[in-house]
């Protein structure tokens, strides 16, 4: 994949939205950039982790295990994809890692060659530390990613349960 990715490549990204060019280099020195080979998982659900990612080439598939009944008495396992990401809008995922030490609430896996920028939870609180100001404004647009996500969450929650309590009568 050859590209000139640097830090001006996440001027485009929500999470980083309204931050200066200084501060943008800081994020950027503060990350890795790596490449994803097609067909790679990049997170793993139930993996417990501490980075977060910022896709800025290829497609990755975001999905979750499902269990389904499977025949008469078995139980099955399932990937359910929930959403595509594409680099074009510089999506972040598994920013929930940098606040908490939990499991991955997903499995992230690249569908194209794809190339990300990679912080992890002790790179990411420097940056808080030496530049409050970067800290409240990129806090600031995570939670709003964060609320937006569980709205939505909360929304499919209501029709799925609706519908079961409509297939139930």
């Not at 420097?126 to 100001?133: K, N, R, T, V």
């Not at 799925?160 to 309590?165: G, H, R, V």
Request: aromatic share 4%; with cysteine; net charge negative.
């Amino acid at each position: 994949m050859a590209s000139s990715l640097d830090y001006r490549s996440l001027k485009s990204a929500k999470m980083l939205d309204g931050l200066s060019d200084e501060q943008l280099r800081n994020f950027w020195d503060a990350g890795r950039l790596i490449t994803i080979p097609t067909g790679d998982s990049i997170i793993k659900e139930g993996d417990v982790g501490d980075e977060m990612y910022i896709l800025l080439e290829g497609v990755v598939e975001v999905s979750q295990t499902l269990l389904l009944k499977m025949g008469h008495t078995g139980i099955g396992e399932k990937e359910k994809t929930l959403i595509r990401l594409e680099g074009s809008l510089k999506p972040c995922f598994g920013e929930m890692s940098l606040m908490e030490n939990a499991e991955r609430s997903a499995t992230v896996s690249s569908l194209t060659d794809s190339r990300v920028l990679v912080i992890d939870r002790a790179h990411f609180n420097e940056l808080l530390e030496d530049d409050p100001s970067l800290g409240i404004t990129i806090l600031r647009n995570t939670l709003a990613i964060v609320s937006t996500r569980l709205r939505k969450a909360n929304s499919d929650v209501l029709k799925l349960t609706t519908a079961l309590s409509m297939a139930l009568e």
